[in-house]
């Protein structure tokens, strides 16, 4: 059974700023064909690289149920990017019949648990991305790099 996998984990340079943050067990995942790499704001359109983007007024859930929303750090709306995106990672699962993924921690899109807070200054607050919280509201087991 494949896992689904934030691909900046698994060392493509898909991240905001054109790196990548790369795990050494989730690259082998991938290499052994045990993983499906996504990056929800590449499937939602955003370019690479792109400015950082955060939320606002909310989390992931908030988010997919229009209480809440998404820009980058010039305040330019990205919400409907990081909606659509989820929505093609969970299409990606459900073609592969994933049960469980690792994403990236504190993404906007990826995070679980906590996220960064709407200011861009590195701050945190409870919550999860938007593809972390639609994975989670379809049963699909999300945790992060940092639980592995």
Known sequence: MKILVSACLAGINCRFNGKNQVNKKIKKMLEEGKAVCVCPEELGGLLTPRLPSEMIDGSGEDVLEEKAGVINEEGAD?????IEGSRKALEIAKKYKIKNAI??????ACGKGQIYDGTF????????GVTCALLMKNK???ITENDI
């Not at 990205?78 to 990081?82: I, R, S």
């Not at 994403?103 to 906007?108: E, F, G, Q, V």
């Open 103 to 108: 994403l990236k921690s504190k993404s906007t």
């Open 140 to 142: 699909i087991k999300v």
């Open 78 to 82: 990205v919400t409907k990017n990081f």
């Open 121 to 128: 200054s590195g701050k945190l607050k409870e919550g999860n």
